[in-house]
């Protein structure tokens, strides 16, 4: 019964030909009579099996759960410690899924927590100590939980001291000249390239990294610290200083465990360490040298989780002390004769590079030196650590790496072991990694090492697609990920090397080796590859022509999968991609604009569990593909504009993004009309840029504005401006003046100049929803006489022409309408928006049709 509750649960809780009920509803009753049994076995097994039902929930056990929390309770203190372990888990899980029903019983299932986290057992223990992180997460009341801290902190301080059984104290002895064993080696898993990705999760694991007691506490408090922030530091910090101030040999451990709960709050309490943190900073530093390596390792650790407010520091004279003596001790502590301190140092002096970034220029040599040094000295699981920190280091201070002195340090010892490891070995996953950094990094300055690196990644790809289909003829087996990693290091010259990668693409057959990658069946090939298309796109697109027409028809299938959500990252990469053809090839992209369109919309509208990347690049690239053929999206802007202009919105000032405003002023100089129902969301966008640095495209965007305050007067205008925030209308005044255009030159804009923006389509079934007053014969305006019907046949193009036509009675009457009431009211009154839409409304009678069955695909 217990394994079938463990490996099919759902099984049970299913109907079943020739029984009057499920089968979870006969057994469930007698599971819970064998919670008394005498037998501990029984007991054990009858609460496992129930206790594997409460991510399921069902019916059964929902109806029971007064009967369940009964039995729980009855076995909280049972002398099986295996029992009290599942009472502990079935808590857990319950405050995961149901915290209400645990929410009336919360105090004593706390103090039964308090108690068990203290248990002899420390699996036990570790089942008890999850409850915490648990109850966070959940996101139940703080309150709560906040009266029993003092209690808890010493609990969870107490339990971070190493066991004298913890397998970490044999291993951390290990030295430098041991070689590693095959099972110290964890799979090393290489992550697909993303443009624009910001939702990549670190990987801070290690091979040791086997969940323990120490490890639950620490991570438990870490959660503590970022619910309760400094609240806890008054319980906190006295144990701390009291276990650090703890001397002899034999209280190493008390002092290890203090200097890993420093680490453990350094982020959530960081408010109330900060005003301490340069003497915290200097009471760690010395311990860089302990004797004993795991206060060394773990030095490094805490040091790394300070060291943002560390490099913020630097700018003053006794702060840069300390940043470099941080770095210094990083740098030797990497040169350490113990393994474990090797890799917490590489780790840590990683982390110190992302923050520090260009501030490290100054050092670059020493740190070179040592890098390599270790380079020379590590065994293969930490070598792999040694590539990570040379690949942080060249993408933190980018070109400053492209110096003579530098390179003569750091590239011959990795050009040899680029020559050293074969195309089949997984070791040259992180070399590959390193190298595309690198090259990123020397720009041009890489072009000397780049013809083998091209050549071996070509030659990569090329094995590793005969061996999917004959591996014996390839001569290796197959495994994806070298090709991946071959199509990410491409990508990585083509990025460095920019234009100057033409010479090498032009001979070789990557063109068609990509075509193949881009169809491959792993989503990880095809996110890598679709990342290299983008990048070629940028560079040397000629290349790409011969097969643009696949290209672009593979990118746009792309979007269109019925799973996006799972091969989201790739819809992502083709979706730039296509953006970064869009604007090389031009009106060559226009056979696909509309399948594209009809994807990206929808990625726009819904955002509930998409990615940032992709609704990034959806905004992007729509904006492009506006930018080079806006007459075929301009007419259907009325469906997207609001949504397109939230996530333009969201997205930092850049080169990509001036090419989606383009996007937007080219629409609107085709359909102004189709932007007037999402005009406030428009002046956000705008308000979103902090300095648009092209001046042609400033003025583009001041000739929008300025177009737009002509045409809505009445104060129709001021109506829409008012339902924008103050600082937006502070920043639209960058570009919108009351006399005149001022900062954006020499433009001037009328209502006249409006008048020659041309609409290729209006979106008649919002113009009816907008102006849904009763159509009737147009009347006289002041400055237009209308003396016969207009000659449209199609009934809504009509309605629409009339309903724009239709005169107000009085400003009253336009406030009560809104501000596109008030628009019609004001172009009535403006003889040149009166001609302009009708002429536009009479060149698009013909565009109705298609119009009516295009709108059905969006």
Not at 49 to 65: D, F, H, K, R
Not at 724 to 739: A, G, M, T
Request: with cysteine; glycine share 4%.
């Amino acid at each position: 019964m217990y394994q079938i509750c463990e490996d099919i649960p759902q099984v049970l809780d299913s109907d079943v030909p020739g029984l009057a009920e499920r089968p979870i509803n006969i057994f469930l009753p007698r599971l819970f009579q064998f919670f008394q049994s005498p037998h501990a076995s029984l007991r054990k097994l009858s609460l496992g099996s129930v206790n594997q039902y409460i991510m399921l929930m069902p019916s059964a056990l929902y109806t029971s759960l007064d009967k369940y929390l009964h039995g729980l309770f009855g076995l909280a203190n049972d002398p099986a410690a295996e029992v009290r372990k599942l009472v502990c888990a079935a808590f857990v899980q319950l405050i995961e899924v149901r915290p209400s029903v645990l929410e009336p019983h919360m105090k004593n299932v706390i103090e039964y927590m308090l108690q068990v986290n203290k248990d002899t057992d420390d699996e036990v223990a570790l089942e008890a100590c999850e409850f915490w992180s648990a109850y966070c997460d959940a996101q139940l009341p703080p309150e709560i939980l906040r009266e029993h801290l003092p209690r808890l902190i010493p609990i969870l301080l107490s339990n971070m001291v190493y066991a004298d059984d913890d397998e970490s104290l044999i291993e951390a002895e290990e030295d430098e000249s041991l070689p590693d064993r095959d099972q110290d080696l964890k799979p090393r898993f290489h992550t697909s390239r993303s443009h624009g990705s910001d939702d990549a999760e670190d990987d801070d694991d290690d091979s040791f990294n086997i969940w323990n007691l120490r490890k639950c506490s620490a991570a438990a408090l870490d959660v503590l610290s970022n619910v309760f922030g400094d609240e806890i530091l008054p319980t906190l910090m006295p144990i701390i200083q009291a276990k650090l101030a703890a001397s002899g040999d034999e209280a190493w451990k008390d002092r290890e465990a203090a200097v890993l709960a420093l680490g453990a709050v350094g982020e959530g309490c960081i408010n109330g360490l900060y005003p301490h943190l340069s003497e915290i900073v200097a009471f760690l530093i010395p311990l860089l040298d302990d004797k004993f390596p795991l206060i060394r390792s773990i030095s490094c650790w805490t040091l790394s989780r300070f060291s943002k407010f560390i490099v913020q520091d630097s700018g003053h004279q006794q702060g840069y002390k300390q940043f470099d003596a941080t770095l210094m001790g990083l740098l030797r502590r990497i040169l350490d004769t113990n393994k474990r301190v090797q890799e917490a140092a590489c780790s840590a002096f990683a982390t110190l590079e992302e923050e520090a970034a260009e501030e490290l220029a100054p050092r670059l040599e020493v740190i070179l030196q040592h890098l390599m040094c270790a380079f020379g000295k590590y065994q293969r699981r930490n070598l792999r650590i040694v590539y990570d920190a040379i690949g942080t280091l060249a993408d933190a201070v980018g070109g400053e790496l492209n110096q003579p002195v530098y390179l003569e340090i750091l590239m011959p010892p990795l050009v040899a072991k680029w020559h050293q490891v074969p195309n089949s070995d997984k070791d040259l996953f992180p070399l590959l990694e390193c190298f595309t950094s690198i090259a990123q990094a020397l720009g041009t300055g890489f072009s000397q090492f780049a013809p083998p690196v091209f050549q071996r990644c070509i030659n990569i790809i090329q094995s590793q697609q005969l061996a999917k289909v004959d591996p014996v003829s390839a001569g290796v087996q197959y495994d994806k990920e070298f090709i991946v990693c071959a199509l990410d290091l491409l990508s990585g010259l083509t990025e460095g090397l920019g234009s100057g990668i033409e010479s090498l693409v032009s001979q070789s057959n990557l063109r068609d080796l990509l075509l193949q990658c881009c169809m491959d069946d792993a989503s990880d090939v095809r996110q890598s590859a679709f990342a290299l298309l983008g990048d070629l796109a940028r560079v040397c697109p000629v290349h790409l022509h011969p097969h643009l027409s696949e290209f672009l028809d593979i990118a746009a299938k792309q979007l269109s999968t019925p799973k996006i959500k799972e091969t989201i990252s790739v819809a992502n990469n083709a979706c730039w991609a296509i953006g970064e053809l869009a604007i090389k090839v031009r009106q060559e992209i226009s056979p696909i604009v509309m399948s594209v369109i009809s994807c990206l919309v929808p990625f726009l509208q819904h955002v509930e569990g998409l990615n940032k990347s992709l609704v990034e690049n959806s905004a992007i690239t729509l904006g492009r593909l506006a930018w080079v053929c806006p007459d075929l999206v301009s007419p259907h802007m009325e469906h997207f504009m609001q949504s397109w202009c939230i996530a333009l919105s969201m997205i930092r000032d850049d080169i990509e993004k001036e090419d989606a405003f383009r996007g937007l002023c080219a629409m609107v100089r085709a359909n102004p009309s189709g932007a007037l129902s999402s005009l406030v969301f428009m002046c956000k966008a705008i308000a979103s840029w902090h300095e648009i640095r092209s001046e042609e495209l400033h003025n583009e965007v001041c000739q929008v504005l300025h177009g737009y305050k002509q045409m809505l007067r009445n104060g129709a205008w001021d109506q829409c401006m008012s339902a924008l925030e103050p600082p937006v209308k502070d920043k639209l005044s960058n570009f919108v003046l009351h006399k005149g255009l001022g900062s954006c030159g020499e433009v001037s804009v009328s209502v006249s100049d409006m008048g020659t923006i041309k609409i290729q389509s209006v979106s008649y079934t919002s113009l009816k929803d907008l102006l849904p007053s009763p159509i009737s014969s147009p009347t006289t305006c002041d400055h237009c006489c209308w003396s016969e019907e207009i000659p449209i046949k199609n009934p809504l193009v009509k309605h629409a022409a009339l309903a724009y036509l239709q005169p107000m009675s009085s400003p009253t009457a336009a406030v009560e309408k809104g501000s596109f009431g008030g628009l019609k009211g004001s172009c009535c009154h403006e003889s040149g928006c009166v001609f302009w839409l009708y002429d536009v409304v009479r060149r698009n009678v013909k565009a109705a049709p298609v119009w009516e069955e295009q709108k059905t695909r969006l």
